[in-house]
């Protein structure tokens, strides 16, 4: 977006983004400091409302959903029964659950991050969907939970990091969870409490790849039947039907200098303007060692960081410390009920904690208790908790190994990001155990012929020395159990992935933006940056800045009423999505001057057809296939999806930027951005287009759901 066509809606947004002041106040012992915005969006959850928590990275987002959570749980945990029937309801379908309180997110990283997180897969019961009939799975049994019990006793749901949720997966969940609870389908998730966290200006919803809806087809699923993760959360229904109060966050925390927190907060918006430049080009240089500690180095992708991170520690001298983690499971089941053996061993679902028969005229439980229990264990042994935690079940350092913590420290201190360099390996020789606190005279450091039983010593970036013990991480299916782990909260520190930085506050920090790919992904990485002078950055061009041109309409006016998932935001989305959501695309007969003289270009994946033999038909019809795009082009194609082959989407691209720039340009152009379809329509193809495609979706036949769609 170039500087002159700011809007003043933006502008507004920047300077809030930069707020009036960013120092935290000292907080009282035992007291968790919240400033006016925060304070307002617990006490607004509190009392009952709908609500969207946003702003920029560092403002305090994920403190706020903490104090929520906590107010929640202690709330149902007093008074239980209070809260376990709808009101209205004289009975409940399957009986009595505990489950009131639903935390979610879309990604296993960003769950064990919070209390009592989950994925929304797992909670939901949905599991990934392939299709739009996996929803249905919220009615059954699964290896979680009965996910019909679940959905009708929960009270709140906590969706954080809701711009990584696409619409179209909380329109479907919706319209399942409102025939459970019995509500009309514009009833947002039957009448549930929801509070949504996030910033839409940072990491999109992941868009369903090419090849995988190519390799479903193949196997004859019918296209228009997918589940292909369409749209932002505030293009769904749910949105639009749930009456959010948006309560955007100003305040920044995370960074103290004025220049940067003004630049940051200009390239959340994707605007690079030449100050904004300056700034971030002055951190264009090396950052020195402090204290022996080297700067985190965020990459776009996991094959750079894991790379870098072997390739550095195995440079160290001397051989690896390996740390085993320590994996258990704990299930909810007691064993102070009356067993009561059952014959049916065939079914391998774990039953609901309350759930009972009538034999005899006495309630008498439908599952032997160690057998519920060796299923519960079984499950909780599968769940993705163990693949998805932070902690990896094996953990490898040296002295000298660049380090992060992965866990805020008990007791306080350092937190989850605090930077370190290990200094060697704790010979304990005082009379404590390992995890209490450890004087300098407690403990000897090793250099050599250490070995696992030693724990690491880490020296911070604020020269604080101490010895890091095994801490537990753990993920609770309330009614079930807990997974845990026990393992060094630590994990190699000389490069990871933006993605997984995501939420993370970084002291000491290297940015390579060489390779980014995805809408707000350059904000993210330089926003993890807790000071400028804590801060590299390379490979940073104004072509590597990029915002989602829905994510700065909504925040221009967050109760606009916006296009729907199924349909398109403008001219050129519409010609990516009548191409993905229409009839099997049949390659037209090369008709001789069908193209005279045409100039076109091509972008993205062509869909039926190799991309050497589209630029052949083209020529055949004596068009001309040019490698960029000008003023001169005629057409530019979207091919396939509206992605690249690797799932990118097309409007990070230069060409499909390029072209949008001369369209909304002030020189006159006669260029046209079409899909294939519309290409094969200018040959003579008898094949279905353009405008005649319709969406086609079990979904959308109801009328009730379509009566609430815009």
């Known amino acids: 977006m170039e500087n002159s066509k700011q809007s003043t809606d933006i502008k507004r947004k920047i300077e809030e983004d930069i707020g009036p002041s960013n120092k935290k106040a000292k907080e009282e012992p035992g007291y968790v400091f919240l400033n006016e915005q925060q304070q307002e ?68 990283i960003s769950a064990v991050a919070l209390p009592n997180g989950q994925t929304i897969h797992s909670f939901s019961g949905v599991g990934i969907p392939e299709v739009r009939g996996d929803f249905g799975r919220v009615w059954g049994k699964s290896k979680t939970r009965n996910h019909r019990e679940l959905w009708y006793y929960l009270r709140v749901l906590i969706i954080d990091e809701i711009s990584m949720l696409p619409a179209e997966f909380l329109d479907y969940l919706s319209y399942e ?53 369409r749209g932002f959360a505030f293009q769904s229904n749910v949105w639009k039907n749930a009456n959010l109060t948006v309560l955007e966050l100003s305040h920044n925390y995370r960074q103290a200098d004025a220049a940067m927190l003004e630049a940051n907060a200009k390239i959340r918006f994707g605007i690079v303007d030449e100050q904004t430049r300056q700034v971030i080009m002055s951190c264009d240089r090396k950052l020195p060692e402090k204290l022996g500690i080297q700067a985190t180095e965020l990459y776009a992708t996991n094959t750079d960081v894991d790379h870098v991170n072997m390739e550095r520690l195995n440079k160290l001298p001397g051989r690896n410390v390996v740390y085993r ?113 450890l004087e300098d005279d407690d403990y000897e450091i090793l250099t050599e012929n250490y070995s696992h039983r030693n724990l690491p010593v880490v ?27 026990s393992q060094i909260p630590l994990k190699l520190a000389w490069a990871i992935t933006v993605h997984k930085s995501q939420g993370m506050s970084i002291d000491y920090l290297k940015v390579d933006l060489s390779k980014v790919f995805a809408d707000g992904q350059t904000y993210v990485a330089l926003s993890r940056a807790r000071s400028k002078e804590g801060l590299e950055v390379r490979g940073f061009s104004k072509e590597k800045v990029h915002a989602d041109e829905r994510a700065l309409d909504f925040y221009k006016n967050p109760k606009a009423d916006f296009p729907h998932w199924t349909r398109a935001w403008s001219t050129a989305d519409e010609a990516m999505n009548e191409t993905e959501y229409g009839e099997t695309l049949q390659v037209p007969t090369a008709k001789h001057g069908a193209l005279q003289d045409l100039k076109i270009v091509i972008t993205g994946d062509p869909l039926g057809i190799s991309r050497f033999d589209l630029e052949n038909l083209i020529r055949d019809c004596d068009g001309k296939v040019m490698s ?28 499909y930027e390029k072209a949008k720039k001369i369209i909304d340009g002030p020189n006159q152009s006669n260029l046209q951005i079409i899909n294939q379809a519309q290409l094969y329509e200018l040959i003579g193809s008898d094949t279905k287009q353009g405008d005649h495609f319709e969406f086609n979706d079990d979904l959308f036949n109801d009328p009730a759901f379509l009566a609430s769609c815009p």
């Open 459 to 485: 020296r911070y970036l604020n020269g604080e020395q101490k010895v890091v013990p095994y801490e537990e991480f753990s993920q609770r299916i309330e009614g079930i159990g807990s997974c845990i782990r």
């Open 41 to 108: 969006a617990v006490d607004r959850a509190k009392a009952g409302e709908n609500i969207f928590i946003t702003g920029p990275g560092g403002v305090g987002k994920s403190l706020v959903l903490r104090e929520i959570i906590k107010h929640f749980k202690n709330k149902f945990n007093k008074d239980e029964e209070k809260y376990t029937k709808i009101p209205g309801e004289d009975q409940s379908p399957d009986g009595v659950s505990s489950g009131l309180l639903g935390v979610v997110t879309p990604t296993g």
């Open 177 to 229: 969870i409102c025939k459970i609870r019995g509500t009309p389908s514009t009833v947002p998730f039957g009448g549930i409490q929801l509070i949504f966290c996030g910033d839409f200006l940072q990491l999109p919803p992941i868009p369903r790849p090419i090849q995988d809806i190519r390799k479903l087809v193949e196997i004859g699923v019918d296209q228009s039947k997918l589940y292909n993760a």
């Open 325 to 437: 983690s320590h994996d258990g499971v704990i299930t909810d089941l007691g064993d102070d009920d009356d067993d009561k053996e059952d014959d049916d061993d065939d079914d391998d679902e774990i039953s609901g904690l309350g759930e009972s028969v009538e034999i005899d005229g006495e309630k008498s439980a439908t599952k032997n208790r160690e057998k519920r229990r060796a299923k519960a264990e079984k499950f909780l042994w599968e769940l993705s908790f163990f693949d998805d935690c932070i902690a990896k079940p094996s953990l490898e350092l040296k002295p000298n190994a660049q380090v992060m913590r992965i866990k805020n420290e008990v007791g306080g201190g350092q937190v989850n990001g605090s930077r370190g360099v290990v200094l060697g390996f704790a010979k304990i020789t005082a009379e404590k155990k390992p995890y209490e606190e």
């Open 628 to 655: 960029n795009v000008s003023r001169k082009t005629n057409y530019l194609v979207i091919g396939g999806t509206g992605q690249f082959e690797d799932g990118r989407s097309l409007v990070t691209g230069k060409k």
